[in-house]
């Protein structure tokens, strides 16, 4: 295996368990609150994963170009 298709590998991995994590952070905030600030967190977590999904993306992007 190459070292850039462990890196993807890596990446894809890394993003799994965030996604994961904010996921069940978000369930648990949620289901335990039912004020606003559970739905702020909520809010800031899914952008948080949006952000390091683009920001994971771009470095693929790099590494395909190389």
Known sequence: ???????KEQLAIARGFIFALFALIVFALLKEYNGALSWIIAICSVVSIGIISMYMNKKLDELEEE
């Open 1 to 7: 295996m190459s070292k850039e298709a462990k890196i």
